[in-house]
């Protein structure tokens, strides 16, 4: 089984209260990666970066199972720049620098051995750069994942509801959901989510963990209670890589499957919340993953 | 068993986005003890209400098991009265008005044959009121639960600490819990708060559901999805009276009776929440109740 990720291969400076950072490697293809590699190989990146990005990081994750054939070096270009500050409740951000940099004309091209991935991750991007990704698939794909976030709700409506269309999942925040759908209730709005096109839809709620719903159907996972989080840059798309990585493992698209996928996201989001970067996630091993996986079923569990 | 649970038992008159009702009956003693008595019989209440609380409802409460001879009635006095408004979210709430009326000159006095309760909730009052309480028990309980707010901790630490102290279980949200242990890490602050006293400890976090906390222990219950929340005043006193009326009739004070309990609780809160009022509790039966705590199991339910 194959998976795809489109998204950024980036540089962040960031600030916590925990610390700061400079010019560290992020972005949603690299996170999403790193972590569907924990669990499946031939994972293709589409991306861009410029020429300044490390050929030691793509090494690293052509060593974990990545694909990075499909990234884009833009000879004396610049790769994406993102810099924001947590704030002391360490979900609220402010954004000081977003430099798009090569991605201002990234036009991706799907490499032909990947055209026919079975489980495909459409990371944020424009809904016509998501849309550009999926003209280029063969359509046979079992899975096709789409994250978004509210600054294309609120300025290319129209092509984020056409790219949702053609979906199967989507994953969104809570308030997000509540934009898309104009719904206060989560449950309305999820119904009302639903009919736009995608089978399945997680809305995401942080440091609250995240809930996945289809049909009549609602799974909840909390997220695991960790001393510290350090750094929740990429968490978003290291739960979707982790849970994507776990679903084509199991190569199984079911409601149950989706269950435990989310959980084995979750899990993996938790390490990466842990350091700066990637930094927690380049230490741990599948077998962490799992023993986190088991603390999620200790944390809920309870006798009727 | 029996059950002693101390708070108001008052008028309120409340605005949501679903609408509005004048003086409607509320409190916490109230609340908490229609939830409990879903559970357990002899619930002791203790509060104080002037010659204008309508004696209908007191005689529902006798009629589901609850005991009213510790309900002060002041002649010529007025209930405790609350008006208060939620805005879009429903999270964020602006206090009208706040009436103390016959509550300004509370004393408790405990009936002689509840003194010996083995189950008690000390609602949220003053912390030198819910001492006064403490020091007419007869020390023999079997579990003491404390409920309290931001005001306290702002305005009487002091007295607050010292109660907090002689408790059993302490029940705050996640912004107390931080106010109260100056920690942002809710792992770090319920250790803090651990030491302080309580063997337990929960940390309500609204719609997002509660944490039960105990040595190094942690559980976590969702809130249960449900399409509108008409009404959430009272739902944290219908969740402590649902999980002590589920304790009491278990007579089991262990974390694994406590994880049920949180799941009996927010269950019978998740009705409370439907209408306003305590109109919903009114109409269901312990069946409903078990029924939506079977809906909390497949809610996290998922295979490893």
Redesign the interface.
């Known amino acids: 089984m194959s998976i795809l990720t489109v998204g950024t291969v980036a540089f962040d400076t960031i600030e916590t209260?925990y610390g700061k950072v400079d010019y560290v490697v992020g972005g949603a293809s690299l996170y999403a990666s790193w972590a569907a590699t924990f669990f499946a190989k031939d994972v293709y990146m589409i991306s861009i970066i410029g020429d300044d990005f490390p050929d030691e990081e793509l090494s690293k994750l052509e060593s974990r199972g990545a694909k990075t054939m499909g990234i884009e070096r833009v000879a004396g270009g610049k790769s994406f720049f993102w810099s924001g500050k947590y704030l002391?409740?360490?979900i609220s951000r402010e954004t000081l620098v977003t430099d798009l940099n090569v991605l201002a004309d990234f036009n991706p091209v799907i490499p032909e051995e990947a055209k026919n991935a079975e489980y495909v991750l459409l990371g944020n991007l424009t809904p016509a750069v998501q849309s550009a990704v999926l003209d280029q698939l063969t359509g046979s794909q079992k899975l096709v994942v789409l994250d978004t976030m509210n600054f294309w709700i609120d300025i290319a409506r129209e092509e984020l509801d056409s790219v949702i269309a053609r979906v199967d999942l989507l994953t969104i925040n809570d308030e997000e959901a509540r934009m898309l759908s104009g719904e206060?209730?989560?449950?309305?709005s999820a119904k009302i989510i639903m009919e736009m096109g995608p089978k399945y839809l997680i809305i995401k709620?942080g440091e609250?963990?995240a809930?996945l719903f289809h049909q009549d159907e609602?799974?909840?996972?909390?997220a695991m209670?960790?001393?510290?989080?350090i750094d929740p840059t990429g968490a978003g798309d290291t739960f979707a890589g982790g849970m994507l990585g776990y679903i084509a493992a199991q190569d199984n698209v079911d409601f149950?499957t989706l269950?435990?996928a989310i959980?084995y996201g979750s899990a993996t989001a938790s390490y990466c919340v842990e350091d700066f970067s990637n930094e927690k996630l380049k230490v741990i091993s599948k077998e962490d993953i799992?023993g986190r996986?088991?603390k999620?079923?200790s944390?809920?569990?309870?006798?009727?």
Not at 184 to 188: A, G, P, Q
Not at 225 to 229: E, F, G
């Open positions: 209260p002391e409740d360490m206060r209730s989560l449950m309305k709620k609250h963990g809930m609602i799974f909840y996972v909390p209670p960790i001393p510290d989080v149950d269950k435990s959980v799992l996986v088991r999620f079923k944390l809920v569990d309870f006798s009727l």
